[in-house]
């Protein structure tokens, strides 16, 4: 009898201590795959800081500087006299954040009156808007350059911003948000004698923000890393941004890598900043609208 309730008892902690131990087994495995991962992530990111520390012969060097060096403010140097950089990065920060406010107001404004507003033609006229997500770029930009060349725009600021500031993908980001508004809201503060204005700055916007924040970093980020359109609109070394510019440094016969990596991890500061800023908001807005109750 008592053999029996010993073997009874051990039985049931074994059978206890499994699941504990598969659950265990679980944490490690993700925490063993998340460190691999992160690994993989950061890794790209220290060795740019650190090549962009070194000279060009050290970056190709055998073995391969794994640790910061000394030829900073020579990389530094060398970006300033050769691209003006200064002026670039200035350049980037004015055009970036000009064309995310402009892009935000058309795309947000447009986002509601598809979702809000019954008019003929609407359906059409979104399906229209969003065959621009499968147009490749390139064929756009003959057009888009003539047009500029006409407007007597070339090497300014509003060639760069304009062409752009209906986006297909932020227009349809803020449709599918503002979708999931109920219309008895918006009812209810038109019956309160709300005008349209103010029903949009006072009612609409303040439910918005993830979605806003998620469109900005978006918006952001587009303008901050694009390469081709400016490449073909500005003309003038000092008015390039930080793409332009560091592709400009690109010799036939010597390129300074050095200097080119250093200016690459300059650029990367902003758009770390524009995301850990609004990464609260992030997720949520890309996901507003997705569900509908």
């Given at each position: ?60 060097g055998s073995p ?71 147009i490749p770029t ?144 992030f997720v949520s ?9």
């Amino acid at each position: 009898m008592t053999t029996s309730a010993r073997g009874t008892a051990k039985a049931a902690g074994t059978a206890s201590r499994s699941p504990r131990s598969r659950t265990a087994g679980r944490s490690i495995l993700l925490t063993s795959g998340l460190a691999i991962v992160l690994a993989a992530v950061l890794v790209p990111f220290y060795w740019l800081v650190v090549a962009g520390t070194h000279s060009t012969d050290d970056i190709f060097g055998s073995p391969p500087a794994l640790l910061p060096g000394s030829h900073l403010g020579q990389n530094l140097r060398s970006l300033r006299d050769t691209a003006s950089f200064d002026e670039v990065v200035l350049n980037s920060l004015l055009i970036a954040v000009l064309y995310t406010l402009a892009a935000g107001a058309v795309c947000t404004f447009a986002g509601y009156a598809f979702a809000k507003y019954r008019f003929k033609g609407g359906n059409a006229l979104f399906g229209v808007l969003m065959l621009g997500l499968v147009i490749p770029t390139q064929v756009t930009l003959i057009p888009l350059f003539k047009m500029m060349a006409e407007l007597e725009w070339l090497n300014t600021y509003q060639a760069v911003i304009m062409p752009n500031l209906a986006l297909p993908f932020g227009i349809f980001l803020m449709r599918q948000s503002m979708g999931a508004l109920p219309d008895e809201l918006l009812d209810s503060g038109r019956m309160d004698g709300c005008g349209e204005f103010r029903l949009f700055f006072g009612v609409v916007l303040p439910p918005m923000k993830p979605a806003l924040a998620a469109l900005g970093i978006f918006l952001f980020l587009y303008q901050w890393n694009d390469f081709i359109w400016p490449l073909i609109v500005l003309r003038d070394n000092a008015s390039f941004t930080i793409p332009v510019a560091l592709a400009s440094l690109q010799g036939v016969d010597k390129t300074d890598y050095g200097a080119i990596l250093t200016g690459t991890a300059i650029a990367a500061i902003p758009m770390a900043i524009v995301f850990l800023a609004l990464q609260r908001h992030f997720v949520s807005g890309l996901l507003a609208g997705a569900v509908k109750e």
